[in-house]
């Protein structure tokens, strides 16, 4: 289990929203701990630079950082988060495992290019 988790997530995404206050909330003695911590890249927009991320990439898919300081994106994001929360080590190890990783990033990246660009269609950014 990683020491130390932050995840970089837009705010202005009503679905992105949601679903990390969704997570924090089963999170929240991690969350406490200071093991895990949510930020809002519209609070800081730079964030990532010195990873060459972008403010739209950041806003298309989940990004992280681990203790290490390694970049995790996309849908190795959400499997990191699931091994963290009680009760999700299950999905992470269904979709995170060799076999199915391909195809859990494949959908991930799929539905997370249809969410911005529905976002930016209804003029969130």
């Not at 949510?38 to 800081?44: G, K, L, R, W």
């Not at 990532?48 to 190795?76: C, K, P």
């Not at 076999?99 to 976002?119: G, Q």
Request: proline share 4%; with cysteine.
């Amino acid at each position: 289990m990683p020491t130390h988790l932050t995840v970089y997530y837009n705010t202005r995404c009503p679905v992105c929203d949601a679903g990390i206050d969704w997570q924090r909330n089963k999170l929240l003695a991690l969350v406490r701990a200071g093991m895990v911590e949510f930020t809002d890249i519209n609070e800081q927009p730079d964030g990532l630079a010195h990873f060459g991320a972008s403010l739209d990439d950041i806003r298309r898919r989940l990004h992280a950082t681990d203790e290490s300081g390694r970049l995790i994106v996309g849908a190795d994001v959400a499997i990191a988060l699931w091994r963290l929360t009680p009760g999700e080590g299950w999905l992470a190890a269904l979709s995170g495992n060799r076999v199915a990783l391909p195809v859990t990033r494949f959908v991930y990246d799929r539905f997370a290019d249809l969410l911005f660009a529905w976002n930016r269609w209804s003029g969130r950014w």
